[in-house]
């Protein structure tokens, strides 16, 4: 079966940092493009970062450029998102994602997904 899991969120002044991890298990997703998205209440789900499967290609959205960073760690199967520079719009639920194949999408359309942990940014 697999798992994909979060961990790091948290309460974060702005400004301040996060290191959001995402552990999967039950595959190998080395090869696997993989994001992180984010809902914040009543929007709608949206896309952050992704890191393709095929080079590490890497994929922001416009408001986290230079502020956020995606990487992959392929020997213990983690994707990690450093935030830097939080902002209070940064505020969600931060969701990991992986897709099938090495293709990275900027909707939703990934096959597996985490539970999701909660990132709030506020004094």
């Known amino acids: 079966q697999v798992q994909l899991v979060e961990s790091g969120g948290g309460l974060v002044p702005p400004g301040g940092s996060l290191r959001l991890s995402c552990a999967a298990s039950?595959?190998?997703?080395?090869?696997?493009?993989m994001g992180w998205f984010r809902q914040a209440p009543e929007k709608e789900r949206e896309f952050v970062a992704a890191i393709n499967g095929l080079n590490g290609g890497t994929y922001y959205t416009d408001s986290v450029k230079g502020r956020f960073t995606i990487s992959r760690d392929n020997g213990k199967n983690t994707v990690y998102l450093q935030m830097n520079s939080l902002k209070p719009e940064d505020t969600a639920v931060y969701y990991c994602a992986a897709r099938a194949d090495w293709t990275v999408r900027t909707t939703t359309e990934y096959q597996y997904w985490g539970q999701g942990t909660q990132v709030t940014v506020s004094s």
């Open positions: 039950g595959r190998t997703f080395s090869r696997n493009a």
